[in-house]
């Protein structure tokens, strides 16, 4: 059972706001994750991170920022959000680095006013 | 340009027929591929994979078939059962870096909305 945590699930805010999207997993995995997901649309890397002290930008580029200080929490930091930024977001994490699934938490739905 | 593509926005099935679902995919750099199902707000679940030195995976009423020569892989989900209904993604992994590593990094189809009447 994948034990993979975000919060919140929906969060809908004002322009220029910062937010934080949370995501937690407990199976002391290395690799993590996040996706952005539109409706009916493919879910797109953003970020990624091997370890304590390292991220990296995904395949997507996007105005986010992500910071690995602990190998269980991967935090998402959006300094001021904006409407275009409404969007599903996706945090995984894999035991290793490739061929091997990747575990998905319940994602953040977030609606920028 | 979408590498991975799941043509069939939508399939709808009786309970206890086959449900087939398909991907292309156009980069023959990629060398393992994953099924993963999605309710709604959930996210994806793990469903089953296949390396690319295989063309059949196995995992109880979910098969995966991948023709390399065609780009194409797809998924059977035989009997389908109405808890089946949910979108389905497909996703690739192998575009390499330096080292030969691909760094896990999964690139998705837009998904299918499977539909299974009782």
């Known amino acids: 059972e994948a034990d993979i945590y975000q919060t919140p699930r929906y969060l809908v805010i004002g322009t220029g706001k910062k937010i934080t999207l949370e995501c937690s997993q407990t199976m002391g995995h290395d690799k993590m994750y996040w996706y952005q997901q539109d409706p009916g649309m493919e879910l797109h890397l953003i970020h990624y991170?091997?370890?304590?002290?390292?991220?990296e930008k995904g395949d997507l580029s996007s105005e986010s920022t992500v910071s690995r200080i602990r190998t269980e929490h991967f935090p998402l930091t959006l300094e001021s959000a904006r409407p275009s930024h409404t969007s599903q977001y996706l945090c995984a994490s894999s035991e290793r680095a490739s061929y091997n699934e990747q575990f998905f938490g319940p994602g953040t739905r977030l609606t920028v006013l | 340009d979408q590498q991975v593509k799941q043509n069939s926005p939508s399939l709808s099935v009786q309970e206890g027929r086959i449900s087939i679902l398909n991907c292309d995919y156009t980069n023959s750099m990629f060398d393992y591929f994953l099924w993963y199902k999605k309710y709604p707000a959930e996210g994806p679940t793990f469903l089953i994979s296949?390396?690319?030195?295989?063309d059949k995976n196995e995992d109880g009423r979910f098969t995966v078939f991948l023709n390399k020569s065609a780009k194409h892989l797809s998924l059977h989900i035989v009997p389908s059962q109405p808890g089946d209904s949910a979108v389905y993604f497909c996703a690739a992994e192998g575009l390499r870096g330096a080292g030969g590593t691909s760094y896990g990094k999964l690139t998705f189809g837009q998904g299918t909305i499977l539909t299974v009447h009782p």
């Open positions: 296949i390396s690319s030195i295989k």
């Open positions: 991170s091997y370890g304590v002290n390292s991220t």
